[in-house]
């Protein structure tokens, strides 16, 4: 079975790179959250940024993966904790905690704002040049901030809920989205993708994708889910295209030359 490390493993660390992943608290009204930020210490000066929000899980093993990974593309990577420092559901509890969240949609978006605030606070980040992205629970949460009109180059889901409150919001979207996602998914099924493109497409100047990945189901992106029974199974095959296709997709936004190709 793929693992986390085994995942982390195919981007190799850069010859010269020192890659700094430290943990970091922060605070949203009143709130201790705890995130965690990677970049190459190696490389000076203002850099795109990439602002990850956890899956329903919190911030784990899986995030610090995903953020040194990046780091190691050259990007500043910053974990978002949404749900607070002491916050770590288990299996049995995460349903429900990442359930509050999706009630309260204005907490979810005001604490990934306060991700981004924090990761903006970084001297190595170019402001001009950030992208937000998420698994499962923080797909979702990547796409609510750019709902807000948050000022960013992109927003990326994957396997994440695409449906909202108020399609109305898409209005404000700034962000360029790319939304990946698994055809056999029970979570976020074929009509839940319909319903998304139509809100899209209420709102014209938006610029979005779809892509989505043949007998894939929900999390296929994050290493020792297996949960078929429940819908959910890591696919190492629409892990690694995904992951392409986000790197595609930050050359572009981030206006790097073929810098994943």
């Known amino acids: ?25 922060y605070d949203h009204e009143g709130t201790a959250l705890e995130g965690v930020l990677a970049k190459d210490a190696a490389v000076a000066g ?35 904790d949404v749900y607070g420092a002491d916050v770590r559901p288990g ?24 991700g981004l605030d924090r990761l903006r606070e970084d001297p190595a ?27 960013l180059a992109g927003a990326v889901s994957f396997h994440g ?13 700034r962000a360029k989205l790319l939304v990946l996602t698994g055809a056999a998914d029970p979570v976020v099924p074929d009509a839940k993708v319909a319903a998304w493109q139509d ?15 043949s007998g894939a189901m929900h999390a296929f992106a994050v290493p020792g889910t297996d949960a078929p029974d429940h819908g959910a199974q890591y696919q190492e095959r629409a ?9 595609v997709f930050l050359a572009e936004v981030f206006d790097e030359e073929a810098a994943a190709l």
């Open 199 to 213: 809100e899209m497409r209420g709102a014209p100047e938006v610029d979005w994708q779809v892509v989505t990945y």
């Open 161 to 173: 809920n695409l449906l909202t409150h108020d399609p109305s919001d898409a209005a404000a979207i």
């Open 46 to 80: 203002p850099r795109p940024a990439v602002l990850v929000v956890h899956d329903w899980h919190g911030v784990n093993e899986h995030v610090q993966a995903r953020v040194t990974m990046l780091a190691r593309l050259g990007y500043v990577a910053f974990g978002a």
């Open 239 to 247: 892990d690694r295209r995904s992951w392409q296709a986000l790197r």
């Open 91 to 114: 299996d049995d509890t995460a349903a429900q905690v990442a359930g509050s969240f999706y009630q309260d949609l204005p907490l979810m978006r005001a604490r990934t704002q306060a």
């Open 1 to 25: 079975m793929t693992t986390i490390d085994d995942v982390l493993q195919t981007v190799p660390e850069p010859a010269g790179a020192d890659i700094r992943v430290d943990t970091v608290r």
């Open 125 to 151: 980040v170019d402001h001009s040049r950030i992208v937000v992205m998420g698994y499962c629970f923080g797909g979702s949460a990547a796409l609510e901030l750019a709902r807000t009109g948050a000022d």
